[in-house]
């Protein structure tokens, strides 16, 4: 029953890829959240939701990752994330023919020729390095969080001021809009990459925004991760039968303990990251609404998804004097509410259990893909540039300038999205790598090693415990065996110390 089109007999599509910062599992809507976010549910309910889909669980490494098909090298640390025996999106639909534009963070280095005009990137405007002050990029962050001033840029210059009314998520769209309706007044396809920064640290949102979530966390963290549960559960999203509640993280505390003069200060934690997170649904749907004004809704793959999930970090610490909201500040949600954020998961950002790699992915494309889908194909960030490369009919290059290049690590998922196929099944497992946390997922088995002096593989059977609460490590040895040596095979391969 699939309206897909062979590739041969149809224009071939536009491509729009938009990426969360720091967003957890369970914070949109179609993922049973409570922040409104009609739409990206909109993208999810016109086409189609992965429950597993990964990412690499940290923002450098899986920006990497999702630009080059590869897995990050040298464990994504202290070196060149995009080196030039690899091909980026922008430079592999460019030779295919494609228009490629990109608007929001890069984090893949911010000089020559590291930037995105450097490598395939035609138009180019937004964040080279990491987060920065959503109300004006030209503050310096704090002295705590290292006190250096982002580089933002457009092609190849660097933009040093700022309006007034200047804030990242809505310039980034207008960025996205304006190349989007350049491209669209010619005959050739494109594609464009949105990273937005929100809704990662530091915490800025403006007062009406923030006024449309007033009250709605008083109840606490307990409260939102149960609610949300039940609200995956209803939606068929979830199964109690396969997640099960692996109950809080270790450093987590009650609301309960939360004494009566912090409890505002909390609860406008969770506020204003909700506003951010809603403020960059509304800029979403400015972006849907561009493409039907357009014309071109119908043939434009569009893709959400988040970089990592809730993160639990807390640069210059958990203090109410730094108010979650204003430009002058720089707070954070902290663990708990990235707690509830990663419903129904373990952890956070920069682990590797489901709370930190798991991503809500969802994608429409009317003339390819079926209306309000939900598969468990298993899918990665290293799929998109296959799967995006088949699309547009494009071949790999063997070589750049003569010299040898990485080939895609991923594969790709166009029979699932368009309905030729239920399933793909992959030949060799996923794998993962940060600062020390490992995992490796084949088929269903999974095996986590979370750094610390008791270190140890644990194993978990994703079939009936996606959530990870039951480690199988005494029963099954043999294959933790067999596949940590793979992991080590790996991380060889790609250049991980360990």
Not at 281 to 289: F, W
Not at 309 to 336: L, M, N, V, W
Not at 441 to 450: A, D, F, L
């Amino acid at each position: 029953s699939s309206v897909a089109l062979n590739a041969d007999e149809a224009p071939r599509p536009n491509i729009i890829l938009i990426m969360a910062d720091d967003m957890g599992w369970s914070d949109i809507g179609c993922f049973g959240g409570e922040i409104p976010t009609p739409n990206i549910d909109r993208i999810a309910n016109e086409g189609m939701r992965f429950t597993q889909f990964y990412n690499n669980g940290k923002c450098t490494t899986t920006r990497a990752s999702l630009l080059t098909g590869l897995y990050p090298r040298k464990g994504g640390r202290g070196q060149e994330l995009l080196t030039p025996n690899m091909q980026t999106l922008g430079e592999v639909l460019a030779a295919a023919g494609y228009q490629t534009g990109l608007s929001g963070k890069w984090h893949n280095g911010n000089k020559a020729p590291h930037r995105p005009i450097d490598r395939g990137f035609q138009s180019s405007y937004g964040l080279w390095d990491g987060c920065c002050n959503f109300f004006s990029p030209a503050i310096a962050d704090p002295n705590f969080k290292g006190g250096r001033t982002r580089f933002f840029g457009q092609n190849d210059e660097r933009i040093t001021e700022f309006p007034d009314d200047f804030f990242t998520t809505v310039a980034f769209t207008d960025h996205a809009i304006a190349t989007i309706k350049k491209h669209a007044a010619n005959e050739k396809p494109f594609f464009h990459y949105i990273a937005h920064t929100a809704p990662h640290y530091p915490l800025h949102a403006t007062p009406e925004d923030i006024a449309r979530h007033e009250g709605l966390y008083d109840a606490g963290w307990e409260s939102l991760r149960e609610k949300r549960y039940q609200r995956q559960v209803e939606m068929g999203l979830i199964d109690p039968a396969v997640h099960p509640k692996p109950g809080m993280n270790k450093g987590n505390i009650g609301w309960a303990e939360i004494p009566d003069d912090r409890l505002d200060y909390e609860t406008l934690r969770m506020e204003v990251y909700a506003a951010m997170v809603d403020r960059m649904d509304r800029e979403i749907g400015r972006v849907l609404d561009a493409l039907e004004k357009e014309g071109i809704a119908d043939n434009t793959l569009i893709i959400f998804l988040s970089d990592n999930g809730g993160c639990a970090e807390q640069p210059g610490g958990r203090t109410p004097e730094q108010i979650p909201g204003p430009k002058d500040f720089y707070s954070h949600c902290g663990p708990d509410w990235a707690w509830a954020q990663n419903t129904p998961f373990r952890r956070y950002k920069s682990t590797t259990y489901e709370g930190g790699i798991a991503t809500p992915m969802v994608a429409r494309w009317p003339k390819g893909i079926e209306a309000g889908q939900t598969t468990d194909q298993i899918g990665h960030i290293i799929d998109f540039l296959p799967t995006f490369l088949e699309l547009a009919g494009g071949e790999y290059p063997n070589s750049v300038k003569g010299n040898p290049i990485l080939l895609p690590e991923g594969i790709s998922l166009v029979p699932v999205l368009t309905g030729k196929s239920q399933t793909i099944e992959r030949k060799v497992p996923l794998f993962w790598h940060w600062s020390g946390n490992r995992a490796v997922r084949n088929k269903n088995w999974k095996i986590v090693w979370e750094k610390g002096k008791d270190a140890k593989w644990q194993i978990y059977n994703l079939a009936n415990d996606r959530t990870e609460t039951k480690d199988l490590a005494d029963k099954h040895s043999t294959q933790i065996q067999l596949l940590s040596r793979k992991w080590e095979a790996w991380a060889t391969q790609t250049g991980v110390k360990f």
